[in-house]
């Protein structure tokens, strides 16, 4: 959970970290084998029946607009374990089980590790990568910024509503003595920013709050001609200077594309891979295409 006034390091303020994503089978449309009067499909794999009580259980992973998409997309999860736990099965692989898997992941790691077989990305295809996207390999630019927190909670309409005219009438006055942020800023704001003019110092990016993020790189330099709004209220901001992020050496990110270009080919092997295993396999109360269905993260 974020906390802080969200405005950066010198609020404390800090950004969640992003969750790990499972790789699935997709469909263009829910397609289900399954009368009105059933609660749940009746779905197998090579005669091995997906109860009802395992699609009730994987029912909360799998978040939807509808139950009927979300019962669909857990009886796909399914399947395609049970596809992956009969090829185990039919290969008897032997588990060395690494610190934090269980078996089942550490079985499944092994088969895929064992089944699926991708080249190396060599240094020429990173260069010419490099060499194509230059233009996403800058290091981020810094802001020296000052700001006057008018705080309101994010549900609060009409708090949000008065602080909203409140930075209004802040950002006229400044218009007229630019020279009084800071007593404005001790003054008004709610940020312990306030004691230092309400100056955060250097910000780059990752340092405060998405939606304020977002805006206060888009701004040149000097007072904001509008408050920004975050979910902690609104914000006089002024860029005391920007200073633009520099192009980034092929040594600095030559890592990084190594391992996108890499995940990438792993990803396309992983579908073909999983395109064969459901082509191959008597799936009965659930339709899903081969070749044609991507996977999505």
């Given at each position: 959970m974020t906390t802080g006034c969200g405005c950066g390091g010198g609020c404390g303020s800090s950004v969640p970290a992003p969750e790990v994503e499972v790789v699935e089978v997709a469909e263009a449309a829910p397609a289900l084998i399954a009368s009105s009067e059933q609660e749940w499909p009746?779905?197998?794999?090579?005669?091995?029946?997906?109860?009802?009580?395992?699609?009730?259980?994987?029912?909360?992973?799998?978040?939807?607009?509808?139950?009927?998409?979300?019962?669909?997309?857990?009886?796909?999860?399914?399947?395609?374990?049970?596809?992956?736990?009969?090829?185990?099965?039919?290969?008897?692989?032997?588990?060395?089980?690494?610190?934090?898997?269980?078996?089942?992941?550490?079985?499944?790691?092994?088969?895929?590790?064992?089944?699926?077989?991708?080249?190396?990305?060599?240094?020429?295809?990173?260069l010419h990568y490099f060499d194509s996207n230059r233009g996403r390999f800058h290091s981020a630019p810094l802001l020296a910024v000052r700001h006057i927190l008018l705080e309101c909670a994010p549900d609060d309409a009409e708090a949000r509503q008065m602080a909203h005219v409140q930075a209004e009438i802040l950002l006229l006055?400044?218009?007229?003595?630019?020279?009084?942020?800071?007593?404005?800023?001790?003054?008004?704001?709610?940020?312990?920013?306030?004691?230092?003019?309400?100056?955060?110092?250097?910000?780059?990016?990752?340092?405060?709050?998405?939606?304020?993020?977002?805006?206060?790189?888009?701004?040149a330099p000097g007072l904001a001609d509008k408050p920004l709004e975050s979910r902690y209220g609104w914000h006089v901001i002024s860029i005391d200077q920007r200073v633009e992020g520099q192009p980034l050496p092929y040594e600095a990110v030559a890592g990084a594309i190594r391992t996108q270009l890499q995940q990438g080919v792993w990803q396309k092997a992983l579908v073909q891979y999983l395109h064969t295993l459901i082509g191959a396999a008597d799936i009965r109360g659930l339709a899903l295409q081969g070749a044609d269905s991507p996977l999505v993260q």
């Open positions: 009746i779905v197998s794999v090579n005669g091995v029946l997906i109860t009802p009580e395992a699609m009730a259980l994987e029912l909360q992973y799998h978040p939807a607009e509808s139950r009927e998409s979300a019962v669909y997309l857990a009886a796909r999860a399914l399947v395609i374990r049970e596809l992956l736990q009969q090829r185990i099965s039919a290969l008897g692989l032997a588990v060395d089980i690494a610190p934090g898997e269980n078996e089942e992941e550490a079985a499944t790691r092994l088969l895929l590790e064992r089944e699926i077989s991708v080249p190396q990305c060599d240094e020429a295809t990173c006055s400044l218009a007229q003595t630019p020279g009084s942020f800071a007593e404005l800023a001790l003054k008004y704001s709610a940020c312990p920013s306030k004691a230092q003019g309400g100056s955060l110092g250097q910000i780059s990016k990752g340092q405060t709050v998405p939606e304020l993020e977002r805006q206060l790189f888009t701004l």
